[in-house]
Nanobody, 115 residues
Framework: QVQLVESGGGLVQPGGSLRLSCATS????????LGWYRQTPGKERELVAS???????NYADSVRGRFTISRDNAKNTVYLQMNSLKPEDTAVYYC?????????WGQGTQVTVSS
């Protein structure tokens, strides 16, 4: 049932870096735009970055200049490179379709930024 699988999270110090990966099916990857979302307990899930099938990207103001979203067509995988991490980036990160259709949310991957 799981069609999007996130990985790559962990514990990192402020200012550090992580790269998240989202493995998808070829069918999903080839025809859909994808987004990275994040959620902290008690808060709404928010979109942090998106990328279309043609490679066009958009970023939330809070991460622009620090995060980079990319796609690997051969691996059917979308990545989120996160640099200059801040404590407020701490969240569970998810990938899913963007902007209209959504699949069931996966488990996500935990990112914790702390000294």
């Amino acid at each position: 049932q799981v069609q999007l699988v996130e990985s790559g999270g962990g514990l990192v110090q402020p200012g550090g870096s992580l790269r998240l990966s989202c493995a998808t099916s070829g069918r999903i990857f080839s025809i859909n735009a994808l987004g990275w979302y994040r959620q902290t307990p008690g808060k709404e899930r928010e979109l942090v970055a998106s990328i279309t099938s043609g490679g066009r990207t958009n970023y939330a103001d809070s991460v622009r200049g620090r995060f980079t979203i990319s796609r690997d067509n051969a691996k059917n995988t979308v990545y989120l490179q996160m640099n200059s991490l801040k404590p407020e980036d701490t969240a569970v990160y998810y990938c899913n379709l963007y902007p209209y259709y959504r699949l069931d949310w996966g488990q996500g991957t935990q990112v914790t930024v702390s000294s």
